[in-house]
């Protein structure tokens, strides 16, 4: 089974604080996602990764950065965290297109990261 | 620009009747459709997928959705509702050009069973 983990089910911070997010996946998986999910406006990806270092903005970049060194970790930053990133973040991963096959790859999720910046 | 809109916040249906969880898209060109499931607390679960051929496309839990091109909408169906299926369902797309497996995601639909 495909196991997509995040280091943390509940995370309080302040204003200002650096909150780091990770996320690791253990399918060997070239593609991971880190998007957010807020009540009535459903998942929105903030950056993906096609590869090691390789890194590409989403929808909405703005407040956050991300790092990935190795091929299972997937990190997600906030340099300053501010109240309006109080949100559910997920991360998700998936093989390169075209790897299996199928012409599509389905993106498999981690259990999410309620974060509350207070 | 491609989107997808869930037009019902949610839906509430008794249990052993059909349900349906509405979904309509656009995309320019023919595009990947999914179904997500999201259980309280959880992750997103993947439930089934749109590529290609037969229309109606069965999933996991006894979910099926149809694609229907005309109307551009995939909706997504069960026969008979099972309290255990109360959960937020959200619906996705990708572009078939999009080489990098970018998801856009509806806004949700809450669906819930009762007794």
């Known amino acids: 089974d495909v196991k997509v983990t995040q280091s943390s089910r509940y995370l309080v911070k302040r204003t200002g604080e650096k909150v780091f997010l990770e996320c690791v996946q253990d399918?060997?998986?070239?593609?991971m996602f880190w998007y957010r999910q807020d009540p009535g406006l459903g998942l929105r990806l903030i950056y993906f990764?096609?590869?090691?270092?390789?890194?590409e903005k989403g929808d909405i970049p703005e407040g956050y950065s991300v790092s990935r060194e190795k091929k299972e970790r997937f990190s997600l930053i906030l340099e300053s965290a501010s109240t309006n990133q109080t949100s559910m973040y997920l991360c998700?991963?998936?093989?390169?297109?075209?790897?299996?096959?199928?012409?599509?790859?389905?993106?498999?999720f981690g259990p999410g990261t309620r974060l509350l910046v207070l | 620009a491609q989107s997808v809109a869930q037009p019902e916040d949610q839906v509430n249906v008794a249990e052993g009747n059909p349900l349906t969880v509405k979904c309509t898209y656009s995309v320019s060109g023919n595009p990947y459709l999914f179904w997500y499931v999201q259980y309280p607390n959880r992750g997103l679960q993947f439930l089934l997928k749109?590529?290609?051929?037969?229309?109606l496309v069965k999933g996991s839990y006894g979910f099926e959705a149809e694609f229907n091109k005309s109307q551009t909408s995939f909706h997504l169906k069960k026969p008979s509702a099972l309290v255990s299926d109360s959960a937020l369902y959200f619906c996705?797309?990708?572009?078939?050009?999009?080489?990098?497996?970018?998801?856009?995601f509806g806004q949700g639909t809450e669906l819930s069973v009762k007794p």
């Open positions: 990764s096609y590869d090691v270092k390789m890194k």
């Open positions: 996705a797309v990708r572009e078939r050009g999009n080489q990098g497996g970018k998801l856009i």
């Open positions: 998700a991963s998936s093989f390169r297109l075209g790897k299996s096959g199928a012409g599509f790859e389905t993106q498999y």
């Open positions: 399918m060997d998986h070239e593609n």
């Open positions: 749109y590529i290609t051929g037969d229309n």
